[in-house]
């Protein structure tokens, strides 16, 4: 054997122990997990290939590390397990074959197979004691045998009963589960921790995990902590049912929770479609989940099973493609949005992350490029959630080499040169160009006839560029008057896609002028305002026209919204282009404004309209509310006097009923 070898695995161990640290005593970790994977089964790799390089205090034989000595300690009468992970299709085929060979299964047994299927939980597990059905104490896994107590921390959990409801319940019970912090909750205290220039969390699990590890539980209590069981461990004086999904019925039923998604599915194929559907509902969810778990459902036939080393046979982890990937930094350009706002991208060596390959990452604004320090050359953790655009998460510093290049923000406009400025108070640098600046005539120009503003169809990104770039095209009216011929001499475009195209053009000059508000991108006004701003004033003249105050009679408008409305009208190159679009025929029907009574019976009370509506439109629906009174809003929040829920209502009915707002059909 040579010593490169040897030289490697203590190369490895020494890495792995680092991250081990960073990870269990720190909670604030460098690499990714996918990452730390590789580095555990190279060193596994080794180790089997040279069993002579094996020793004791090599990270492969134990799992987890030391509690910090600051916590006591409790003892795990039944050690926590971790589980095997199956990576592939084919892993978790394999899983389920030893599973079967093992239990001697005839092929159509096989089939009908039960497995428990859960959500793999992305938060810290959680090990809580239960006498004669009061919490008495909680520990945190630790190496599996030894946790420490964090029974004052848990105990602020509100989701964690303090004593279980019912009757049944064993009068010793260790319940187990995931701690985690729900999606929503970790964003808005990063936002906060951000806002206030304190440290934030990389992602939810370290979030969960640091949060528990808190000597001060007023800290921990602040945090927005969930739990959800999904396992039991000693159980004395009673029983539980024989099957695991009728032991997380027991326990919902004694007042914990356990996760809406599990199911009981059969054989391998019932594992998979499980894996995909969860899959597909993955960002959905108000959690972060890393995988699905599998658990043979009987527990006759799991103490059959067993267990080799620290994992069960009768259970498996099958991981989803890994969200975050490193990588290294190879520039940081900043792209111009039609606003002007200038957003550093980061332009990265490509990396497969989250399903796709990715190639740039946003850093959302210049004081977040600075919070996280990323400099040119740096190795960094990208994050890709479903279709959400990918960011930078943070730098691998430990990773950082000589040399590497900070980025500030330029003074001048990458694309027109114009200056930048950056108000006080205000995350966003802008480009002062306006419609000067090319990058915001393209992208005012695809906000324009996008689908919900003009609804041009076939007049796609790549067009409007070669257009600008031509300077054939410098506002919106300009649109209006281009012919087949010169369309279909562009890239991309053949004689009859510019024919479609034109007819497309001539078409949409027949609107509305909530679209047409919405399309004229003025800065605040969203599609929702537009509709206000449309229903209450009836004419474009009539807004135009109106001073701030007037302005903020409509729903949704206030004093900041207003101010963007009246400056944009002052402009006389936003006039100018309005009167030539109309002169080139675009046109929506006028209408009488509003009439809002002074006061009617629905004076003071807000609606939300949600789903499909079976006697009339929404925007009727809104109109005849806000003719006798009422305020019609885009979301609902504690503020909502009722939410109207027709067919098909998702998101805002289920806010409404969690909060208790009166829902009408
Ligand atoms: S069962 C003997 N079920 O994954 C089986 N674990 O790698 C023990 N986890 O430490 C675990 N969701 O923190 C189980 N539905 C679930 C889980 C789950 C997340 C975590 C748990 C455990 C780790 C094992």
Partial sequence: MSDSVSARVENLRDEIRHHNYLYHVLDAPEIPDAEYDRLMRELIALETEHPELVTTDSPTQRVGDKPVSAF????????????????????????????????????????????????????????????????????????????????????????????????????????????????????????????????????????????????????????????????????????????????LDALQEWGLR??????????????????????????????????????????????????????????????????????????????????????????????????????????????????????????????????????????????????????????????CGSHVVREEGEAVARCTGGLFCSAQRIESLKHFVSRKAMDIDGLGAKIIEQLVDADRVKTPADLFDLEVDELAELERMGEKSAKNLVSAIEEAKETTLQRFLFALGIREVGEATALGLAQYFGQLDNIADADEETLQKVPDVGPVVARRIVEFFAEPHNTDVIAKLKKLGVKWPEKEPLSVPESGPLTGKTFVLTGTLSKMTRDEAKEAIVALGGKVTGSVSSKTDYVVAGEKAGSKLAKAEKLGVAVLD
């Fill in 258 to 415: 356990a996760s809406p998604e599990r199911d009981v599915v059969t054989g391998v194929d019932g594992c998979l479609a499980y894996y995909d559907r969860l899959g597909k509902q993955r960002n959905d969810l108000a959690y972060e989940i890393d995988g699905v778990v599998y658990k043979v459902n009987e527990l006759r036939l799991q103490r059959e099973l067993g267990f080799v080393s620290r994992a069960p046979r009768w259970a498996i982890a099958h991981k989803f493609p890994a969200q975050e990937e490193m990588t290294i930094v190879k520039a940081v350009e900043f792209q111009v949005g039609r606003t002007g706002a200038l957003t550093p991208v980061a332009r990265l060596e490509p990396v497969f992350v989250g399903g796709v390959t990715v190639s740039n990452a946003t850093l959302h604004n210049i004081d977040d490029l600075h919070r996280k320090d990323v400099r040119i050359g740096d190795t960094v953790i990208i994050r890709r959630a479903g279709d959400v655009i990918p960011e930078v998460v943070s730098v691998v510093e430990s990773r950082r080499p000589e040399g590497t290049r900070s980025v500030s923000l330029p003074k001048k406009c990458p694309v």
């Fill in 72 to 247: 006591g300690t409790i003892e795990h009468k039944i050690p926590m397990l971790s589980l095997e992970n199956a990576f592939s299709e084919e892993e978790l085929r394999e899983f389920h074959r030893r599973i079967v060979d093992r239990l001697d299964l005839a092929e159509k047994d096989a089939e009908r197979l039960e497995y428990a299927a859960e959500p793999k939980l992305d938060g810290a597990a959680v090990s809580l004691q239960y006498e004669n059905g009061v919490f008495v104490s909680a520990a945190t896994r630790g190496d599996g045998t030894t946790g420490e107590d964090i029974t004052h921390n848990v105990r602020t959990i509100d989701s964690v009963p303090l004593k279980l409801r019912g009757r049944g319940y064993p009068s010793l019970l260790e319940v187990r589960g995931e701690v985690y912090m729900p999606k929503a909750g970790f964003e808005a205290y990063n936002r906060k921790a951000a806002e206030a220039g304190e440290k934030t969390f990389v992602n939810p699990r370290n979030a969960a995990a640091g949060s528990l590890r808190q000597l001060d539980p007023r800290i921990t209590a602040e945090r927005p902590l969930d739990i959800y069981a999904y396992s039991v461990g000693v159980v004395e004086g009673g029983s539980l049912p024989d099957r695991q999904s009728e032991i």
